[in-house]
Each structure stands twice: as structure tokens, then as C-alpha cells.
């Protein structure tokens, strides 16, 4: 069994950047897939970066460009590079991790994931 615990989150101003934490602990022998998601109050889950098992990425449009997902493996860790913060990147992040293979139309979608950590917060002012 996998554990996640995400760490990182902080409340910054506009134009700031933050890195994310996801560290794995337990049976972590398996190749993962991983992704970042985040939740709003009484928004949906939205993925906004996912990495396979051999690393290629995939992001959202609301992220391409401004956040770098990346993962060591030696220290079974899951990072997210966040740069150019607003106020729309206000939410929950969340730290999720599969050990099936998830078809490209699902790395950025809930149901391709079954593993997730607590979540860290993180909050943008203007």
C-alpha cells in the first residue's frame, strides 16, 4: 500500500512562484503515474499536471507554461514547479498516483487515479 503527503503549500501574492511537495512512502517498487489536481470551494477537481512512467507530462491550458511537473524517483517524490501565480490558482492541491497504466484522455481526469493524498493549500492574493 502507497501513502501520499503533499507539503508546500503557502499563501503568496500575484507573480510569485511555489513549489509542491508529494512524497510516497510505502510499497512504492511500482511504477506510478502521478498527477497534480486542485479543488476551489464549490469548484470541481480540475488535474493540472500528470507525469507517466517514463515521464512524459501532460498539463492543463490553464497551466501550460507556468507550472513544471517533475518527479524523483530515487526519492520517491512528486514535485510541482509553480511560476507567474494569480488568484485563480487559489485551491486544494492534491497529490494522486496509480500503478495501472492511464490512457492519455484520463492523466488529467480523477477516475484515472486511485490513490490521493490529504492535499496542501495554497493561496493567491492580487
Known amino acids: 500500500q502507497v501513502q501520499l503527503v503533499e507539503s508546500g503549500g503557502a499563501s503568496v501574492q500575484a507573480g510569485q512562484s511555489l513549489r509542491l511537495s508529494c512524497a510516497a512512502s510505502g510499497d512504492t517498487r511500482s511504477n506510478f503515474f502521478m498527477a497534480w489536481f486542485r479543488q476551489a470551494p464549490g469548484k470541481d477537481r480540475e488535474g493540472v499536471a500528470a507525469?507517466?512512467?517514463?515521464?512524459?507530462?501532460t498539463y492543463s491550458d490553464s497551466v501550460q507554461g507556468r507550472f513544471t511537473i517533475s518527479k524523483d524517483n530515487a526519492k520517491s517524490t512528486l514535485y510541482l514547479q509553480m511560476n507567474s501565480l494569480n488568484p485563480e490558482d487559489t485551491a486544494m492541491y492534491l497529490c494522486?498516483?496509480?500503478?495501472?497504466?492511464?490512457?492519455?484522455?484520463?492523466?488529467?481526469?480523477?477516475?484515472?487515479?486511485?490513490?490521493w493524498g490529504q492535499g496542501t493549500q495554497v493561496t493567491v492574493s492580487s
Open positions: 494522486a498516483a496509480t500503478t495501472s497504466p492511464v490512457w492519455a484522455g484520463l492523466r488529467l481526469h480523477h477516475l484515472g487515479y486511485n490513490i
Open positions: 507525469i507517466d512512467d517514463i515521464g512524459l507530462t
